[in-house]
């Protein structure tokens, strides 16, 4: 356990930990398995080179921007993208140089969120070497998300969202502890070209400025150094102001997908269900820390209270919805809606029932911990504003989005385990000595390695799965292309590559006369009838003929999986 010697005499706090250079390891961990190791297994098995899930739409747009300089929609981003395009425009003509990309944002990003954690960890006068120990610990955490190690080679805006948060938070740290205008701007300036990436990173730049222009009048009161108040709102105004003007902008680009603010009518189950799984998602990728940290046997009655309702809540939405939002966390693999049904079940269905008990364990301990930290510390809960502000702002906006019937994907919340962990790491956390001895500690030890092994397999499962598979349909494709039998717009292979190589942009309306045997992201793709299909499933559809099958390995190094190529007949634009 890497929390050992956290946990001092009061009479050695002044003593500097003889571990204090020991953070390295597990910083390096954290690059290594969510970054560098990802990325070089995505060079070696062929994934730079190809698109994954939504990146069929935002590396055609960079490629479009790359050789034209003209912005190009494809109907399917619901977020900015923009300061995405016009950072990867030296690179955006290449997918390979796309994903390079993104690790480097990956990079940027993590170690960011070391800096936000060692800044709260200062904060609460740690000694130094033991604040960025529980800082690369956190970090490495941060990094084993399910789902992390394939986003970070690939060109979507969950990574570079989180980079921007973490950014933001950074900078915005230095600007509110020293009291300067230029880390301030710099904040507001890396903030909001997060926001134009994805606008929901507007809330760090905004908790920041907020707490900027609580203690612009609270300390002049009191003759303490400040910002001046009219710099607080200048900033905010200005801010406001850019990120007005660019969703004007974006609402006249064709295809932009700018945000529709519609209601949709919804029921009080989707909304408990959807808030519940974002809650597990979170709670999952923290339970090693969790497990380490959490002594509940310390509570009070209120806090017992959170946990056992939050444990009851949890539970009854795992078992009538499922216990995780999905598109990256999912039994069947990451981003299964991206292809025909049929995927086949990753670890056995008793990993993921493990896995989910796991996750509600962990959200019911956090929950009583949360609020036994209220009573203890007061709703400030002992960490620093700017994150507690930001952690409240992205909660309330991910509500505001689910009441609205929007979907929620498990990848949005990843910026929440910062706050989670400055939390989670800022309590007392027990020395691995502590917790070799005795049966509780015994079962508290075995409970964190169980759930460490559990998040890195799991996270470690989806990448090598997404792989194979993805590299598997995109070359099962292509060798019908080459060998002359269609055209990539009339060969059927999911959503990835049908998108990335359809003529048009998505409509917005889906086409009746395709029938719904076929992927339906197809139906959305105008005047496209396939020739082919490229199915995971074994069970042909009407008119669908069996011409082979190929074979593939379900994690890319063992297991076995199978493609099926079907002919479809009745179209009059096949070979």
């Not at 204090?20 to 398995?33: D, E, N, S």
């Not at 055609?60 to 900015?80: C, D, I, P």
């Not at 539970?315 to 999912?330: C, I, K, Q």
């Not at 397999?457 to 060798?479: E, I, K, P």
């Amino acid at each position: 356990m890497l929390l050992e010697d956290d946990v001092r005499a009061p009479e050695s706090e002044d003593v500097p930990s003889p571990a204090a250079g020991r953070w390295l390891l597990p910083l390096g961990a954290a690059l290594l398995f969510g970054v560098f190791i990802p990325l070089a297994y995505a060079a070696l098995s062929g994934n730079l080179g190809i698109p994954h899930n939504d990146t069929w739409a935002f590396g055609r747009s960079a490629q479009e921007f790359a050789r034209t300089g003209h912005v190009r929609m494809f109907n399917w981003n619901m977020m900015g993208l923009a300061g995405l395009l016009v950072l990867a425009w030296p690179v955006g003509a290449s997918l390979a140089a796309q994903s390079v990309l993104i690790a480097g944002l990956a990079v940027l990003g993590l170690a960011a969120c070391f800096d936000v954690l060692t800044g709260v960890f200062d904060a609460d006068g740690a000694d130094p070497g033991r604040g960025r120990r529980r800082a690369a610990v956190g970090t490495l955490v941060v990094a084993l998300w399910p789902g992390f190690a394939l986003l970070s080679t690939s060109f979507m805006t969950d990574v570079p969202a989180f980079a921007a948060v973490a950014g933001t938070l950074a900078l915005g740290r230095r600007a509110l502890d020293r009291v300067s205008l230029p880390w301030l701007a710099a904040a507001c300036l890396v903030g909001l070209w997060g926001a134009t990436v994805r606008e929901q990173v507007l809330a760090a730049p905004a908790a920041v400025l907020a707490v900027a222009l609580f203690r612009s009048g609270l300390r002049a009161d009191r003759g303490r150094p400040t910002f001046r108040l009219r710099h607080v709102l200048g900033a905010g105004a200005v801010l406001l102001l850019a990120i007005g003007v660019f969703e004007l902008w974006r609402r006249g680009v064709p295809g932009g997908g700018a945000p529709d603010f519609t209601v949709r009518k919804v029921t009080p189950e989707f909304v408990f269900a959807a808030l519940m799984q974002g809650l597990l998602i979170v709670a999952l990728t923290v339970s090693p820390v969790v497990f380490a940290v959490v002594r509940p046997r310390a509570w009070s009655r209120p806090a017992w209270t959170a946990g056992g309702t939050t444990l009851a809540a949890t539970l009854l939405a795992s078992w009538d919805d499922g216990a995780f939002l999905g598109n990256y966390v999912s039994h069947d693999g990451a981003y299964p809606s991206a292809s025909i049904p049929g995927r086949p079940v990753l670890l056995g269905s008793g990993w993921w029932a493990v896995l989910a008990w796991t996750a509600c364990c962990s959200a019911a301990l956090l929950a009583g911990y949360i609020v036994q930290r209220v009573i203890t510390d007061g709703w400030g809960l002992g960490i620093r504003p700017e994150i507690l502000l930001f952690a409240v702002v992205t909660v309330l906006g991910t509500l505001v989005e689910v009441v609205q019937g929007r979907d929620i994907y498990d990848r949005y919340l990843m910026p929440l385990a910062i706050p989670a962990l400055a939390l989670l790491l800022t309590g007392p956390v027990p020395a691995l000595r502590d917790m070799r001895t005795g049966v509780r500690s015994g079962v508290r030890v075995g409970a964190v390695a169980v759930a460490a092994g559990m998040v890195a397999v799991t996270s470690a499962t989806l990448l090598t799965n997404a792989f194979a598979f993805d590299t598997a349909v995109w070359r099962t494709a292509t060798r019908l292309v080459d060998a002359g039998q269609a055209d990539a717009e009339h060969v059927d292979a999911g959503l990835v590559w049908d998108g990335y190589h359809s003529p048009t942009a998505m409509a917005d309306h889906v086409n009746r006369s395709i029938g719904l045997d076929v992927f339906g992201a197809l139906r959305y793709l105008p005047n496209n009838s396939p020739c082919f299909v490229v199915s995971p499933s074994s069970h042909a559809a009407a008119g669908w003929k069996l011409v082979s099958v190929q074979h593939y390995k379900t994690y890319g190094l063992v297991g076995k999986a199978a493609l099926y190529v079907y002919r479809v007949g009745g179209s009059q634009r096949c070979r």
